[in-house]
């Protein structure tokens, strides 16, 4: 095979690799170019490679993913297999036949591959909106913040940092992995967000147990429930962060005033010190959300500037939807 050829290949598994590992819609995948690479070559090596990158990874058999996704995914395979006429190929058949034999549950696994080969994989739900939030997926917000903040990981390096609406965790996870943050707080108001939150930091290596020894380059790791139309002026200033960020919680009128409100006590924690440095991340799906954003931070006296966009190299991204981070000036 001509290096050009096999870099392609290498590119193909790659892009399979991410795409299944997160549990992208499989419309997503690049099917087309698989199924050419199949009609090019009666070789099977591609298949079995694909299988290795996917459905037999290393990381699905630690940490399952939801066994509908797969058995999705395992029957668009074989019928792209059988498209291209080949030799029936026993280890498809054998991978679906295993997860066909596996229960749904309401909780899966996946993973988002890092740089420098490093993963940050969480316990997810497998539905949208489940116990009445929508915290409990990860969503190309957070993503895209991750992603930022490794492009820029002097922003957090050897810093305090508060996160507000964790969620699952992806993005804090990623900044904790790759940007050395002196300590992390995630937080966030649902129960059951921070009971699967608390889970996912611990599944990726982080104590959260003061009383245990931090290891060098670990930031030390705190979970708080914070609900933005309570929490207190002490309460906030206990934590003194010199960054705040905050990805897709934008989503409705009350949520975008709660949050402008806790920053502006924010402020007021910080009369006789340099403010945080606060970076908002939000999926523009509605123009008129954001502009209710922009306008109340107006009114309260919070200046704005919006951060250059990146590309989106690193992740598998679920959306088309513009995605925007915002840095506020307190």
Not at 48 to 75: G, I
Not at 117 to 129: F, H, K
């Amino acid at each position: 095979m001509a290096p050009t050829e096999i870099a392609e290949s290498e590119l193909l598994l790659q892009t399979f690799e991410r795409r299944f590992l997160a549990a992208r819609v499989l419309r997503s995948f690049p099917w087309q170019s698989l199924e050419e690479k199949l009609k090019a070559s009666s070789d099977s090596k591609l298949l079995l490679h694909l299988l290795q990158k996917t459905a037999r990874h290393p990381l699905c058999a630690r940490h399952p993913p939801s066994s509908t996704y797969v058995r999705r995914f395992l029957s668009e395979l074989i019928r792209k297999h059988e498209a291209v006429h080949m030799e029936p190929l026993d280890e498809l058949y054998e991978a679906l036949a295993e997860v066909l034999a596996t229960d749904e549950s309401a909780q899966c696994h996946r993973s988002y591959l890092l740089p420098a080969g490093d993963t940050v994989t969480l316990a997810e739900s497998t539905a949208i909106v489940a116990h009445g939030t929508t915290g409990l997926v990860t969503w190309d917000a957070a993503l895209y913040l991750a992603e930022w903040a490794m492009q820029n990981p002097a922003t957090f390096t050897h810093r305090t940092v508060l996160e507000l609406g964790s969620g699952a965790g992806l993005t804090g996870l990623a900044i904790c992995k790759a940007c050395q943050p002196r300590a992390y707080i995630f937080s966030d108001g649902h129960s059951h967000v921070l009971e699967q939150l608390r889970q996912n930091i611990v599944l990726n290596g982080f104590s959260l147990e003061l009383d245990v020894t931090i290891e060098p380059g670990h930031p030390t790791v705190t979970v708080a429930q914070l609900d933005w139309d309570t929490a207190t002026g002490p309460q906030l200033s206990a934590f003194q962060p010199d960054v705040v960020i905050a990805a897709d919680v934008l989503y409705c009128p009350d949520a975008i005033l709660s949050l402008v409100g806790l920053l502006q006590r924010l402020a007021g924690c910080h009369k006789d010190q340099r403010p945080p440095d606060v970076y908002v991340a939000s999926t523009i799906r509605n123009p008129e959300t954001p502009q209710l954003f922009t306008a109340q931070l107006g009114q309260a006296g919070i200046s704005w500037e919006a951060v250059p966009p990146h590309d989106r190299t690193l992740f598998a991204y679920e959306e088309h939807w513009e995605v925007v981070v915002l840095k506020l000036t307190l």
